[in-house]
């Protein structure tokens, strides 16, 4: 009997670092902005300012903000091992920013009338991680 790799399964969970110094940052109430200005790929900070600016009504910048997490995010996880596709568990940690960037994208582009947009942020999240579609409706 042959033993080795699993060929059916799927590609493995990728799981982005953590970044200690702007976490804790985060969790001592320091503004968003400010962790952003100093930890620049720290996906968090960006999906905070996201979420703040669509609250505050202002779409635009929940989208700019929202991109830029985004797009950390996106780099983080191709230096993690991520090849276009497979799950980012929502359970680590660390993936909660750049899933939150992503579901905010989202967000934000359909309230600015992006639908094409919107509904790929959407089906790369559900694609992404079942739970983070959960935790962020």
């Not at 059916?8 to 902005?33: C, N, S």
Request: one cysteine or more; proline letters at 8%; charged letters at 20%.
């Amino acid at each position: 009997m042959m033993t080795g790799e699993n060929l059916f399964a799927g590609p493995p969970e990728t799981h982005l670092p953590d970044d200690p110094a702007a976490r804790e940052a985060l969790e001592a109430g320091i503004d968003p902005a400010t962790v952003a200005a100093s930890h620049p790929s720290y996906p968090m900070a960006w999906a905070l300012l996201a979420d703040r600016a669509f609250e505050a009504g202002d779409a635009v910048s929940s989208y700019a903000f929202a991109r830029t997490g985004y797009h950390r995010g996106l780099d983080q996880l191709r230096r993690a091992g991520w090849k276009g596709h497979g799950p980012v568990p929502w359970e680590h940690g660390p993936n909660q920013g750049f899933l939150r960037a992503l579901h905010a994208l989202g967000r934000a582009a359909e309230s600015i009338g992006e639908a094409d947009e919107a509904e790929r942020c959407a089906q790369f999240l559900r694609d992404s991680s079942p739970a983070a579609v959960e935790a962020l409706s």
